[in-house]
């Protein structure tokens, strides 16, 4: 049975599952029956995060537009467009001994693309959640539901992991921004056109 977090929950992985090799991270979503006139494309990416909090380069943004690290830590499985029908919407898989040393967290966000010319944001999509999932095995481990606190938000931190004592954990984030994506890269380093 999953250990279901709340908001600022940090909790064992590794040291919990001493195994534990690859995971998988799966991120869902509804949109509620408010009709834009657009559908909504959300996103997943996950951010690799040196000790600066900080991307070391471009290469450690893991997007619709950069689908695996060089290492083949992280590797984002196709972008769903509509994020329609049930279970996970998007999902990146991460083979935790693969993650280069230079790298200690890697954050996992979910944006709203062309949020403002369609006029969308965070308080429009419920049900959002994070699942990890021992790819091994296929059970769940852990799962976040961010809940409905949002409204003018385009940009979730959802959650990251991190390294600690040689362990990897994870917290739970849930923090929004607003701004998109563009907001997200300029807080991880990341230089956008």
């Known amino acids: 049975m999953p250990i279901n977090l709340s908001k600022g929950q940090k909790v064992d992985l590794t040291k919990k599952n001493p195994g534990l090799k690859n995971i998988m991270v799966g991120l869902g979503w509804d949109v509620n029956a408010f009709d834009s006139g657009a559908d909504f494309d959300l996103d997943a990416a996950a951010f690799m995060l040196g000790a600066s909090g ?5 290469k450690e943004f893991i997007f619709y537009g950069n689908l695996e690290h060089t290492s083949g830590a992280v590797k984002h499985m196709g972008d769903n467009l509509t994020g329609e029908g049930e279970g996970d919407d998007e999902q990146i898989e991460v083979s935790l001994k693969d993650i280069p040393s230079n790298v200690e967290r890697v954050a996992f966000t979910v944006t709203i693309y062309d949020a403002e010319p369609r006029r969308q944001n965070f308080g ?14 296929n059970s769940e481990l852990i799962r976040y539901d961010l809940g409905e606190d949002f409204s003018i938000e385009t940009a979730v931190v959802v959650g990251e ?29 990341i230089e956008v056109a």
Request: net charge neutral; aromatic share 12%; charged share 15%.
């Open 54 to 58: 900080k991307c070391p380069t471009e």
């Open 124 to 137: 429009q999509v419920s049900n959002s959640y994070i699942r990890i999932v021992d790819a091994d095995t």
């Open 161 to 189: 992991l991190y390294r600690h004592n040689g362990e990897w954990k994870f917290n739970a984030i849930g923090s929004g921004f607003q701004g998109g994506l563009a907001a997200l890269c300029g807080h991880y380093g």
